[in-house]
């Protein structure tokens, strides 16, 4: 007869066929505990890291909105200053960004890009270190500080994918997943555009729908633009707006479009002929004396700034929303002197993004084609405009009309964006073969002369 127990646990005078199927069950919930703990380790990576994320987005936020005040302050008693200040500025973030922090320069989706090819590991981690992410803000404001005309969303895709870098040291094998979800989650916790975050990580870092990643990456969106709601609260970028385009006045999408996309791939050329470097005596003389070359930019940007009264610095965010709903019309100097300002803050070798400056030139030119045709509802152009140009910059389309859409709330006016998405598109791509981004990635990896995998330029 068989000696009950207390202990239920406790098997020693069980039948020997008893104690074997309990051993077998131990070890199958042992195995199945220790095949889940990768599993929900990665997750719980994810999660933390998107918190990191969503709190440096706000922080960058709130800087990049100091650091213009500030410039406000400095160039108040005479606008003439910004042609001291903004060379000056120039200079030293060009040094800065060479010398003590390097590869924190221009928008930081490049380096994103690259890492996430990059087979040396080395590389990898001097692309995405924690050093290069504090440089890349710290400079970063120093630029806005002295009137660049960048914006702050590319800065916080990098310092994202720095955040997720330092959590995937547990997990070297997700460190590609870590870096597509930390740069997402940078996107969408900059603009509290959650949906354009899974969109640009999938259409712009990925290139490609990665299945195994995706539901990561989602976590770690969520976990950045919670931290960022609960900090800031929910907001609209740009405001709401129901402005919508009649179907008489549809022929208006693909003349704003096809402009656009024109002008944004040739933004997209110049940065890149410049990336690359200039032929001949100019270029050497570039590549011999960058400081200088930032100082000559600075003081270009500032003469832009003082032709446009001020509009032309900082990231254009006033400005656009400005003329978005028709607060302010747009002069028809403002789109080429924040195009050239733009272009000017890109070559010179300081950290800005491109996102706010390229949205505040799209709308430039929506509002320009407006004063044109004053029947036209301005809303609508300016939203067209904003997408074209955009589109034409980033050759990454449903990136563009996914992020104009959720920064306005305007669901009206999808139809008619996506068509000046692909229109505008198809005309960069006749100006700019290669996409900007993806160019620049791999021009860092010939440089570096590491082993990579192929980058696709192309969408």
Not at 54 to 81: C, E, H, N, W
Not at 107 to 129: N, T, W
């Amino acid at each position: 007869m068989v000696e009950m127990r207390d202990d239920v646990g406790d098997t020693r005078d069980a039948p020997p066929p008893q104690r074997s199927r309990y051993r077998r069950s131990i070890m199958r919930l042992r195995s199945a505990s220790m095949e889940a703990f990768p599993l929900w380790r990665g997750r719980l990576l994810f999660l933390v890291g998107g918190i990191g994320v969503g709190l440096a987005a706000v922080l960058m936020a709130k800087g990049a909105d100091l650091a213009q005040d500030g410039f406000r302050r400095l160039t108040a008693p005479s606008p003439l200053i910004a042609l001291v200040l903004t060379p000056a500025g120039f200079a030293l973030a060009a040094l800065l960004a060479r010398t003590v922090f390097p590869n924190s320069q221009g928008s930081g989706i490049p380096q994103v890009i690259a890492a996430r090819h990059a087979r040396d590991a080395r590389f990898r981690f001097s692309l995405i270190s924690p050093r290069v992410a504090v440089g890349k803000v710290l400079v970063l404001f120093l630029g806005l500080l002295c009137g660049a005309s960048a914006g702050r969303e590319g800065p916080t895709v990098q310092v994202g994918a720095a955040i997720m870098a330092a959590f995937g040291r547990l997990t070297p094998e997700r460190l590609p997943g870590l870096l597509l979800a930390g740069g997402a989650a940078g996107v969408a916790a900059a603009f509290n555009t959650p949906l354009a975050g899974i969109v640009f990580g999938i259409e712009e870092l990925g290139r490609a729908y990665e299945a195994r990643s995706s539901g990561l990456i989602v976590a770690g969106i969520v976990a950045a633009g919670l931290t960022s709601l609960g900090l800031l609260g929910n907001y609209t970028y740009f405001g709401t707006t129901d402005a919508a385009l009649p179907l008489a006045a549809a022929w208006i999408v693909p003349l704003v479009a096809v402009v656009g996309g024109l002008a944004g791939g040739l933004f997209s050329r110049v940065v890149i002929l410049f990336a690359r470097g200039l032929p001949g005596a100019a270029g050497r003389l570039i590549r011999r004396r960058p400081v200088v070359f930032a100082a000559v930019c600075g003081l270009c940007v500032a003469l832009c700034g003082l032709a446009s009264g001020g509009a032309a610095y900082g990231t254009g965010y006033e400005e656009a929303r400005a003329i978005l709903h028709g607060d302010a019309a747009a002069g028809w100097t403002y789109a080429p002197l924040k195009f050239g300002a733009t272009v000017l803050s890109s070559i010179s070798g300081i950290p800005g993004g491109l996102f706010a400056p390229s949205l505040a030139v799209g709308a430039g030119l929506g509002g320009t084609v407006h004063g044109l045709l004053p029947d036209m509802p301005v809303g609508a152009v300016v939203l067209i405009g904003m997408v074209a140009y955009l589109t034409g910059v980033l050759q990454a389309p449903i990136t563009s009309f996914v992020i104009v859409t959720e920064m306005t709330q305007n669901h009206a006016m999808v139809i008619p964006l996506m068509v000046a998405a692909l229109l505008a598109d198809a005309a960069s791509k006749a100006v700019c073969r290669g996409g900007l981004y993806h160019t620049l990635a791999e021009i860092m990896l010939e440089r570096a002369d590491v082993p990579a995998q192929p980058v696709a330029k192309t969408g």
